[in-house]
């Protein structure tokens, strides 16, 4: 069975940072594509960061390329996404995936990814 479980979600306000964990169990996230999603309040979960199995190419949504960064542990099975320079509109459930492995360029679409995790909340103050 896999799950995926997201944690350091929070309050912060604008220009601060934080970093989210997604810790895997029953897959192990250096074989396949994982990636982050968001989802704000009245809006379509959208697609933010994703990371090739190979953990050699990394993609990242315009809206936050240069601000976010994802990567992984191996060893400890978890995947991260750190945020700084954060803006009220980065306010959102956030959401770890993951899907096969596959070109990683594909993989900015939601539907590419098998397996969910429960989401963790993220509120960015002005």
């Known amino acids: 069975q896999v799950q995926l479980v997201e944690s350091g979600g929070g309050l912060v306000q604008a220009g601060g940072s934080l970093t989210l964990s997604c810790t895997a169990s029953?897959?192990?996230?250096?074989?396949?594509?994982t990636g982050w999603f968001r989802q704000a309040p009245g809006k379509e979960r959208e697609f933010v960061a994703a990371?090739?199995?190979?953990?050699?190419?990394?993609v990242y949504a315009d809206s936050v390329k240069g601000r976010f960064t994802i990567s992984r542990d191996n060893a400890k099975n978890t995947l991260y996404l750190q945020m700084n320079s954060l803006k009220p509109e980065d306010t959102a459930d956030y959401y770890c995936a993951s899907g096969p492995r596959a070109p990683i360029q594909g993989f900015t679409d939601r539907t590419k990814y098998t397996y969910w995790g429960q989401g963790t909340q993220v509120t960015v103050s002005s």
């Open positions: 029953g897959r192990t996230v250096s074989s396949y594509n």
């Open positions: 990371i090739s199995w190979t953990g050699g190419t990394t």
